[in-house]
């Protein structure tokens, strides 16, 4: 597999399990979890840091002058690595209404 091909499936695979802790924490606040929420928040962070680090690898790579090739499949990896985060977000300020409504 090639290294953009491999750079791509690995923040897929990350972003994918933080996705995936990320609606755990929301399921959690719903049932007024909220110490487990964050935790689950928590865990999300730990696979976006790995997700970050393979996206800015790329990054570090085309900023010495590498060429960098586009392939629809490292342009589904971006997106979906700034999908979650932005869902990371918006589950922070959800888990934190629901902590304000008693």
Same mark, same amino acid.
């Given at each position: 597999?090639?290294?953009?091909e491999?750079?791509?499936?690995?923040?897929?695979?990350?972003?994918?399990?933080?996705?995936?802790?990320?609606?755990?924490? +929301?399921?959690?606040?719903?049932?007024?979890? =909220?110490?487990?929420? %964050?935790?689950?928040? &928590?865990? #999300?962070? *730990?696979?976006?840091k790995?997700?970050?680090?393979?996206?800015?690898?790329?990054?570090?790579?085309?900023?010495?002058?590498?060429?960098?090739?586009?392939?629809? +499949?490292?342009?589904?990896?971006?997106?979906? =690595?700034?999908?979650? %985060?932005?869902?990371? &977000?918006? #589950?922070? *300020?959800?888990?934190?209404?629901?902590?304000?409504?008693?």
């Amino acid at each position: 597999m090639e290294s953009m091909e491999l750079a791509s499936f690995q923040i897929i695979s990350t972003v994918g399990g933080a996705r995936s802790k990320i609606t755990e924490a +929301l399921q959690c606040a719903r049932q007024r979890n =909220f110490k487990e929420a %964050y935790q689950k928040i &928590d865990e #999300a962070n *730990e696979f976006l840091k790995e997700g970050h680090k393979n996206h800015v690898d790329l990054i570090q790579k085309e900023a010495d002058g590498q060429e960098i090739p586009f392939s629809m +499949l490292f342009m589904h990896a971006e997106d979906q =690595f700034m999908s979650v %985060y932005l869902l990371r &977000d918006i #589950a922070y *300020e959800m888990i934190a209404m629901w902590k304000e409504i008693k």
